[in-house]
């Protein structure tokens, strides 16, 4: 039972393009959504977040939304950069849970020059 | 600040055979925790705390057991290895405190095989 859904495993853009990537959870508990990227052997870093009593936030190029009533939030990046290939991983919390992070499978972003 | 700092890089085990994954943080949080990754998944937690001399259990906490006996140090200990806990295992902590301070921050990660 996944909690937290990356339907989407790979996503190809061109450099200078908007990268979409999209996240749909079904935990109606989850407070708190993060996005996270990891490059291959190394450990995730912590790109963006948004609490659920927001809609939208952004930081630089990135910009994270987020549609409660459709439990789905998506990930900005614009424009995209060839750095900015890795894999992203959207994390939500229960904030009555320790929070304890619930990740998604990730997605694999390739951002071509 | 070193941030989280796992030992060992890489680690291959015997089926049945024991070892004890290193996990430290310099940035004084007070929850810490440890996940694992496999191929094409994402990362599930084993174990966590809440502080020093406080530990549960995460979703995948079966054949692994941790201690929490300082604020930097979270060791998870393997005591039967089976192929099964082929893996890459990420420890993580952050400062959790009243109004905020969800971010976890994650060390560079052990990998692990049992064969």
């Known amino acids: 039972d996944q909690q937290v859904k990356q339907n989407s495993p790979s996503l190809s853009v061109q450099e200078g393009r908007i990268s979409i990537l999209n996240c749909d959870y079904t935990?109606?508990?989850?407070?708190?959504f993060l996005w996270y990227k990891k490059y291959p052997a190394e450990g995730p870093t912590f790109l963006i977040s948004?609490?659920?009593?927001?809609d939208k936030n952004e930081d630089g190029r990135f910009t994270v939304f987020l549609n409660k009533s459709a439990k789905h939030l998506s990930l900005h990046i614009v424009p995209s950069q060839p750095g900015d290939s890795a894999v992203y991983f959207c994390?939500?919390?229960?904030?009555?849970?320790?929070?304890?992070?619930?990740f998604g499978k990730g997605t694999l972003l390739t951002v071509n020059p | 600040n070193a941030g989280v700092t796992q030992t060992p890089k890489f680690r291959i085990l015997k089926i049945g055979q024991s070892m004890t994954l290193q996990c430290t943080q310099d940035?004084?949080?007070?929850?810490m925790y440890w996940y694992r990754q496999d191929p094409g998944m994402g990362l599930k937690l084993i174990y966590y705390?809440?502080?020093?001399?406080?530990?549960d259990k995460g979703e995948v906490p079966n054949g692994y057991n941790v201690s929490r006996s300082t604020t930097e140090d979270f060791p998870l200990r393997l005591e039967l290895a089976a192929p099964s806990q082929t893996s890459v295992y990420f420890c993580?902590?952050?400062?959790?405190?009243?109004?905020?301070?969800?971010?976890?921050?994650f060390g560079p990660g052990t990998r692990l095989t049992v064969l």
């Open positions: 993580a902590s952050t400062l959790r405190q009243r109004g905020g301070g969800d971010t976890q921050y």
């Open positions: 935990n109606s508990m989850f407070d708190y």
């Open positions: 948004i609490s659920s009593i927001k």
């Open positions: 994390a939500a919390i229960d904030g009555g849970s320790n929070y304890k992070l619930t």
């Open positions: 940035m004084n949080h007070n929850y």
């Open positions: 705390s809440v502080g020093a001399g406080i530990t």
